[in-house]
């Protein structure tokens, strides 16, 4: 069983939707929780730090369920610009786990 | 965010030949550091763990012999891959990690092999 799983879409959604993309992990022991952009051909960067309590910045929501295990990011008012591909990543230790990544492509 | 550095951005060279690749973090220290390797249309391949000091950890079915690395200082690690071949052509990423566990990747390096 991988340690993380993500949905590797694509999601196709028109200018100013909103899309939401779950993430789950395998190990409860996990300690930290991230949401990367990486686009194409570039190194992923960090969107966020995903918290128990939530989190929000701009358009964008964070939420992390330890009960069920799963990450989630919501993006709102989706832009053009938001088109890539979205890894969420959970740190164990030293180890950090990566999900395969998210397709979005917003469409005009 | 912090900063991360990485070079070259890209570099051709013959097969046989060895290729060192630095990353350095710019505005903080890292003790770990981490190698990825990824090729078109697929996910980020965690390669190694560069600890400050001392060897690094290899992921399984890399060899340490063939990518050499060297964690020298707290903001520079090192990557080098030995006898370069063909099949050794992709695209290499290093992170470093702060003390609050977040990671921050350097630009990357496309390594073509002919």
């Known amino acids: 069983r991988k340690e993380v799983e993500q949905d590797p879409g694509p999601f196709n959604v028109p200018e100013g939707a909103t899309v939401a993309f779950n993430c789950t992990y395998s190990?409860?022991?996990?300690?930290?929780f991230f949401w990367y952009r990486q686009d194409c051909r570039k190194e992923p960067k960090l969107l966020m730090s995903?918290?128990?309590s939530g989190n929000e910045d701009g358009r964008f929501t964070a939420q992390l369920n330890r009960a069920s295990q799963y990450i989630s990011l919501l993006i709102r008012d989706s832009k053009l610009s938001d088109s890539a591909t979205y890894l969420c990543?959970?740190?164990?230790?030293?180890?950090?786990?990566f999900g395969t990544g998210t397709s979005l492509t917003v469409i005009p | 965010g912090a900063v991360v550095s990485q070079h070259p951005s890209w570099v051709i060279c013959k097969s046989g030949t060895s290729v060192k690749i630095e990353c350095r973090s710019l505005?903080?220290?890292?003790?770990?550091m981490f190698w990825y390797r990824q090729f078109p249309k697929q996910s980020l391949m965690l390669m190694a763990t560069?600890?400050?000091?001392?060897?690094?950890?290899?992921e399984q079915g890399v060899e340490k012999d063939k990518f050499l690395i060297n964690h020298a200082s707290l903001t520079l690690s090192t990557l080098t891959v030995t006898s370069a071949h063909p099949e050794d052509s992709s695209f290499y990423i290093c992170?470093?990690?702060?003390?609050?566990?977040?990671?921050?990747f350097g630009p990357g390096t496309r390594l073509t092999v002919t």
């Open positions: 992170s470093a990690r702060t003390d609050s566990y977040e990671q921050y």
């Open positions: 190990n409860s022991a996990s300690q930290s």
């Open positions: 995903v918290y128990s």
């Open positions: 990543v959970v740190n164990l230790g030293n180890q950090f786990y």
């Open positions: 505005d903080f220290q890292a003790t770990t």
């Open positions: 560069s600890n400050e000091g001392s060897k690094a950890t290899y």
